[in-house]
């Protein structure tokens, strides 16, 4: 008898749905999906929040426009013609109410060098520039900085991946720790050619 009373409450924890156990959820991306706007929500957004912030988030298009709209309240650099291309590239790929569009095969590759990409994608381009100061010191200017320092590449990427304060005044560097090892190398490289 106690097997049949066994029997049935599996029966009726099947029939109404409910785990046994608990599902596993993988961990968000570490990077924007690739699609018109990455590159600028990349940029502006990212410069304060880790891209998983993002890609575990996900909101309605009225959510996502009250979100950029309180960040720039907030003090977020994004100019009045970025926020249309911001929305819509959150809204399409990160809606709770529609799934984002199938990867395009036989798109085109994103604009720009492999470095330019890099900068893009970390959020680099934020913060610097080539040759103009903007909220921290030009690429020219660390390059000068750092001009015959041996030690320079292994404190320029430390700079990158932890962050910090202080070098270049008092706006901090956030930490851009999701950098990978190749990619960082390849952009201290560049920034120390400039």
Known sequence: MRGVAVAGVLA???????????????????????????????????????????????????????????MIERGA???????????EYLATYYNRDSAPPAADASAPAEPGDAVTRLLTANACVACHQLDKRMVGPSFREVAAKYAGDAAAAGALAKKIKEGGAGSWGTVPMPPNAAISDADLTQVVGWILRQ
């Open 12 to 70: 009726l924890v099947a029939v109404s749905g409910v785990a046994v156990a608990p599902a596993q959820e993988s961990e968000p991306s570490r990077t924007l999906m690739p699609g018109k706007g990455v590159e600028i929500t990349t940029a502006r957004c990212v410069i304060c929040h880790d891209a998983q912030h993002i890609t575990r988030t996900k909101l309605s298009r009225g959510e996502w426009e009250f979100n950029i709209k309180n």
């Open 77 to 87: 650099p994004i100019a009045p013609a970025e926020i249309p291309p911001i929305l």
